[in-house]
């Protein structure tokens, strides 16, 4: 009977371990599956997280700042002259009206004002006041940028009634009453212009430039 006592306790006992045991290991088993998660995280930061190469970025500083001051050496002083010359150039082709100062439409010396102010030369708006502004220029004495003035009118041979720019070459752009609109002429092949101009004025500041790239 004692030892059918003794069977049964050992028994109990070994119910009990066995029931112990089942509770646990489902814990171990998460404890190992969170630590196999966080050191494959760990493992991904470190791979992802690399070190600042700061000899590259020395590099890549030097490069840009070598590239900043080649495009500044490509700047060069632009002659005013050369500006007004291309600025008007831009108008050819706009159509001629008497009184027009633009942007679509000019006059003579609506155009001549638009193309001077642009530079900022301020020019009065009719031709007559154009013409007593800056240095009183000879037919011979003719450069790039000075303004040309000319008689038109037969009852007034010597009032100034028409502008122009002179671009070098005997050539000059004007608002053109006759074509209708800015045109390019050569006092050469236009000799009517030549047999009345008058004078010319020269309002461009001297040693004057802008800057523009090449």
Known sequence: ??????????????????????QTQPQVKKEIIKKEKVSIVVSEVK????????????????QISTQVSKQEENWVPLKVEDEIE??????????????????????????????????????PRVSRDQAKKGQLVSFSELKKGDLVFFATKRRHPNRVTHVGIYLGNGNFIHASSGAKKVVVFNFNEHLYYKRHFLWGRR???????????I
């Open 1 to 22: 009977m004692l030892e059918g006592k003794v069977r049964s306790g050992l028994l109990l006992v070994l119910v009990l371990f066995i029931s112990a045991c089942s």
């Open 47 to 62: 791979e992802q997280k690399q070190p600042i190469n700061l000899t590259k970025l020395s590099l890549r500083s030097n």
């Open 86 to 123: 291309w600025n008007a150039k831009e108008l050819l082709g706009h159509k001629y009206v008497w009184g027009a100062t633009g942007p679509v439409n000019y006059d003579c010396s609506g155009f001549t004002r638009k193309v001077f102010g642009d530079v900022g030369i301020h020019l």
């Open 203 to 213: 309002v461009i500041p001297q040693n004057n430039h802008m800057a523009s790239a």
